[in-house]
């Protein structure tokens, strides 16, 4: 009897979706919009409101006015799944997001199913493009294991590291970066891992980890994780006098970081994407944050931008909102943005994308050219 | 043998940061047997009221020194108004309910303290100005032992003695322990009951605003969830020690300490929570009330 | 007037309370001080009228408290003891579970299976809490049990759904009994931190040991259940889930149900009253509370099962200390022990912050808040348990004393 019931609600489900003409071309947006992690998750919706008023401004999108629909997932595995089925049944024709990896990882089953692509502008763990679990996956940001590779040529060939400590926060983002790390130290033979460990978010101190790092005889410390903790460990080396370069990853090229670690932060270094201030789109970008909302633009904006321009034009380009003639496009087209000439790979990794290193000097992050 | 004495005093200033938090726990669950969630949380404001004092007489342009003793007093004052205010709140209306009530209301108590926080101050982390100046005298060994892990485990020893001679010698803390005994029978012979509970409460308030202060001093940053894992471990420790046993949170406190740093040291941080917890597990099976708890033999 | 005075007292109170944490905000950074006096305003005014509400709910609770709590069980008591209305009841509860998924949409049927699930798990702990009286802090661990036999066994050798549902189950049994042997001595508040040591060792185990588990990262691409021969779109599949979860729950309700009243629900229940007594009249201690502790465990790893599938990606950071508060708050807050009880508790807390969502950020401090007020007000729960009652028939057929 269930089965009967369920098979026609289906079948009439299938109706109503196919004979629903869409008068506006729905965006979704989804990631974290409220919660302790929402300052990653807001500029992402600013940067597609603000593009989405541009093109609808301009006649809008194969003739149909841009809407975007936002989705809040806190950065939630379990949350994450039900955002990802709340903008299916909107029918949206592209995603923006997720911000965090292990969320977009969640979600993207029920988008794949779906047959709905996503472009996400910081979901950077590794496998999201590598493994070939998702090829629904694209993103404007480039993947850990690139930073992982910048961060340890950068260590053991202008700082000429020989013992390298490799540290991490247990968690997804962290430990990927971590082991990433480790492997191309080992792999490139210039320096030796002396210390892998992870350290326990939100323990009280990290003096005992700190103590371990200055008996390794470590000349650097790589660090996976966020800025909270690298700036508790920061200062504990200072503090405990451990003599060693400390570079850690995109979680740390925060301006938290140094506002919390202050003077113990000068001289850190930290990877984050390239610089593009010199560009013309980031700066029309920019302009049009601070023109709306009055402060400059939090994280991730720039990727965000970048990624509602690459879907636009696909979308534009493709004439169509088809899953298939959409990515196509994607992986076939150059498209300018404010992170530069872009394309996708295969895998949907942004070729073009890049990240540089940055060191803290005079209380301010400087590209080390 | 500097490495371990580095381990040693680094579990030390680790355990003491513990004692304090968790001697308010055991206070409160030896008098209402409540375990109190939102006490992490207390810590929590007690660090981020010294904070903000500490950051308005900054910009007044106080001396530091006076700017610690009115922040730490700030830190004090406020968290006790919290403690006593959420036991008038939370659990005096719970007080002959079930006795997995209190707890829910607690759990309730602490998820809205950390989101009171977040919504009125900010999500991110702050830095804490170093309030403790370091002393001279400390300087050759501070890469060993810093100033403020030294006032750290000056402040535990000191807050622990007083409590011992307050539980033990005054006639508040002799209406704590039998109120704690037995409450019908306290009320009996005429103790105000509910003070006492109020005073439990601001003391161990006040105690762990004390730790919040040294423990923000101590690392240099806070948020609204600080309280929440802190709290976990001094509740661990507290159990360990034996609830209810004053001399017994200070002991399970340093043991968790010291295993957590000598397991980062010679094992690997990976697992330092696993250690702590195994050990737990272990000292719970061969003495049930912890180290330094009663054990009740129940007559019928 | 007096009512007056005393709000007024009180507001006072909180905005000396609140002053440092609402009307200072202060920039480190650019050593400004922010004053917010107008939210001193509001707070004062804000908790004037709410204390005034406070103290007339509270007395109304003391005031009627013993007559109504009496009227109320005899309500529910009816309601359980006469067949028709309970038929009734029943029937219309499952009618509108089948007609639910197809009035709503597919993000609807997500949130109402999540909340099922937390029925489920909601009863399952409610052998161990409600029943037998064994505060337990860890339940998440037997969760994590199951989801991630499944996850891996899914992963490693393909095996399906409906496979490893009896393996999952099994496996978590088999660490609810590794667990209870050593700590069932334990006494209350002991055995409630051991419980969550281990819950945390299973988390941190899983999140430290790569080359089982895969660490932080995770597991993705798990296999949603299928049935033979049938390609499931997604929306099917959720369906599907949504009435596999129906099915689950009206499973455990009759179990539960039946359980309660057979003799090891008894000798539950007589043990959570008095242990010595209870020993007395012959009951094994260790065997008993074993028992709870592993069933309680099985329908955890039952639902953990259902959740990878459900998700279809795993990580160790599902299965924290919140999650197990969350699922005690679950059975406290409906009532312990009582089933009904335990179901308005689990729609309770999974669908109220998921319709919070209007407050956006507010929404955690409302929920954290009504916990307190609901215990509050309900010490015993929504629908606390009645008890069941022996008693002599008198010649005239009515019920003597």
């Not at chain 1, 504990?236 to 995109?250: C, E, I, N, P, R």
């Not at chain 3, 009253?273 to 592993?294: P, S």
């Amino acid at each position: 009897m269930r089965k009967i019931l369920s098979a026609i609600a289906l079948s009439a489900l299938m109706a109503v979706a196919s004979v629903a003409t869409a008068e506006t071309l729905k965006i979704g947006v989804a990631g974290p919009h409220s919660g302790d992690l929402a300052s990653y998750g807001i500029p992402a919706t600013r940067a597609a409101d603000l593009y989405a008023k541009e093109i609808n401004a301009n006649g809008g999108l194969l003739g149909m006015q841009i809407e975007i629909i936002k989705s809040d997932d806190v950065c939630k595995q379990e949350i994450a799944v039900n955002t990802a089925n709340k903008l299916v049944s909107e029918k949206v024709a592209f995603v923006l997001g997720h911000i965090c990896s292990g969320a977009t990882k969640a979600a993207l089953g029920t988008y794949k199913d779906a047959g709905i692509a996503v472009m996400s502008p910081s979901a950077t763990n590794p496998a999201l493009t590598k493994s070939g679990d998702y090829p629904n996956f694209f993103r404007t940001i480039a993947p850990d294991d690139a930073q992982a590779k910048l961060a340890v040529d950068f260590t053991t060939d202008k700082l000429n590291a020989k013992k390298i400590a490799v540290i991490h926060d247990k968690g997804d983002y962290g430990k990927g970066f971590a082991e990433f790390a480790k492997m191309f130290i080992e792999e490139g033979g210039k320096a030796e891992v002396v210390l892998f460990e992870g350290v326990t978010p939100g323990a009280v101190d990290y003096t005992a980890v700190v103590q371990k790092v200055k008996r390794s005889k470590a000349n650097a410390v790589i660090f996976g994780g966020y800025h909270p903790e690298a700036s508790k460990i920061i200062t504990a080396m200072k503090k405990k006098k451990v003599d060693a370069f400390f570079v850690s990853d995109d979680g740390v090229k925060d301006d938290t970081f140094i506002k919390v670690a202050g003077e113990y932060s000068e001289g850190g270094y930290a990877t984050g994407p390239k610089d593009n201030s010199s560009n013309d789109l980031y700066k029309k970008a920019h302009a049009a944050h601070e023109a709306a909302y009055s402060e400059k633009a939090g994280a991730f904006y720039t990727e965000a931008y970048s990624a509602m321009i690459a879907i636009t034009e696909a979308i534009k380009a493709a004439g169509t909102t088809d899953y298939d003639k959409v990515t196509a496009v994607l992986k076939n087209q150059w498209v300018e943005t404010p992170i530069g000439k872009i394309k996708f790979d295969e895998r949907g990794d942004a070729i073009g994308a890049g990240f540089s290193v940055y060191q803290v000097q005079n209380g301010k992050y400087v590209e080390v050219k | 043998m500097e490495y371990f004495l580095e381990l040693f005093l680094s579990g030390l200033t680790r355990g003491s940061i513990y004692a304090l938090i968790a001697l308010g726990y055991t206070m409160v669950y030896g008098i209402i047997q409540l375990i109190n969630f939102a006490h992490g949380e207390i810590y929590m404001i007690g660090a981020f009221t010294a904070l903000i004092a500490a950051s308005v007489l900054t910009i007044m342009g106080w001396p530091t020194i006076a700017i610690f003793i009115v922040a730490t007093i700030a830190a004090v004052v406020y968290s006790s108004a919290y403690g006593f205010t959420i036991e008038k709140i939370a659990y005096k209306p719970l007080r002959n309910a079930p006795r997995l009530s209190p707890l829910i209301s607690a759990i309730g108590m602490s998820l809205f303290l950390q989101n009171y926080v977040l919504l009125a101050q900010t999500s991110d982390f702050l830095p804490f100005p170093q309030l403790i100046p370091d002393f001279e005298f400390m300087e050759p060994i501070s890469h060993i032992f810093s100033t403020a892990e030294l006032a750290i485990v000056l402040t535990t020893v000191i807050v622990m003695l007083l409590l011992t001679y307050f539980i033990k010698f005054t006639n508040m803390g002799k209406a704590m322990r039998a109120t704690a005994q037995d409450k019908k029978m306290a009320l009996l012979i005429g103790i105000n009951v509910d003070m006492v509970i109020s005073v439990t409460f601001i003391i161990g308030s006040a105690l762990a605003a004390l730790g919040g202060v040294l423990i923000a001093n101590h690392i240099g940053q806070l948020n609204f969830y600080i309280g929440f894992i802190a709290g976990i471990k001094a509740f661990t420790a507290a159990v360990l020690g034996g609830i209810g046993s004053i001399p017994g949170a200070v002991l399970g406190a340093l043991i968790l300490g010291w295993t957590e740093s000598f397991a980062t040291g010679y094992i690997s941080s990976d697992y330092e929570d696993v250690f702590a917890f195994a050990l737990l597990v272990l000292i719970l099976i061969f003495r049930p009330a912890g180290l330094l708890g009663r054990s009740e033999t129940k007559k019928v | 007037m007096e009512y007056m005075i005393k709000s007024l007292k009180v507001a006072v109170w909180f905005m000396f309370l609140t002053f440092p944490i609402v009307v200072i905000k202060v920039n480190t950074i650019e050593n400004i001080v922010i004053w917010r006096w107008h939210n001193m305003f509001y707070m004062g005014v804000g908790i004037f009228f709410v204390s005034m509400l406070w103290r007339y709910f509270l007395e109304r609770k003391d005031r009627v408290g013993k007559k109504s709590a009496a009227e109320r069980i005899n309500i529910t008591q009816t309601i359980m003891e006469n067949p028709k209305i309970l038929r009734t009841l029943i029937i219309s509860v499952l009618t509108i579970l089948c007609i639910f998924p197809f009035v709503t949409d597919s993000y609807q049927i997500n949130i109402m299976t999540v909340a099922l699930m937390y029925i489920v798990l909601g009863l399952g702990l409610n052998i161990v809490v409600g029943l037998a009286g064994l505060l337990d802090l860890g339940f998440v661990a037997f969760y994590a049990v199951g989801a991630y036999t499944y996850a891996l066994l899914n992963y490693h050798f393909g095996l399906s759904f409906w496979v490893v549902l009896p393996i999952g189950a099994l496996m978590a049994t088999i660490f609810g009994i590794l667990l209870g042997f050593p700590v069932l001595r334990l006494r209350g508040d002991y055995l409630a931190i051991v419980t969550l040591g281990f819950g945390e060792i299973i988390r941190l185990v899983l999140e430290n040991w790569n080359e089982f588990s895969m660490g932080p990262s995770g597991i993705a691409n798990i296999d949603r259940p299928t049935i033979y021969g049938f390609d499931m779109t997604l929306t099917q599949a959720t369906i599907f889930i949504y009435f596999l979860m129906v099915v689950f729950t009206v499973f455990t309700v009759f179990f539960v149900n039946r359980l309660q009243n057979s003799r090891i629900g008894r000798a539950w229940l007589a043990l959570r009253e008095d242990e010595i007594a209870c020993q007395a009249m012959g009951v094994g201690r260790t065997r008993t509370k074993l028992m709870a502790f592993a069933l309680g465990a099985t329908w955890a790893g039952l639902m953990g099962v259902v959740f990878a599938a459900k998700t279809t990606f795993i990580n160790p950071a599902s299965f924290t200390f919140l999650e197990s508060a969350i699922i005690l708050s679950v059975v406290v807050l409906g009532g312990m022990g009582s089933i009904p009880g335990v179901i308005i508790g689990a729609l309770i807390m999974i669908l109220l912050p998921e319709y919070l969502r209007a407050f956006s950020e507010y929404r955690m401090l409302v929920f954290g808040g009504a916990m307190v007020v609901m215990m509050v007000f309900r010490p015993q729960g929504l629908i606390s348990n009645y008890r069941r009652k022996y008693s002599f028939h008198s010649a005239d057929g009515r019920f003597g004393k």
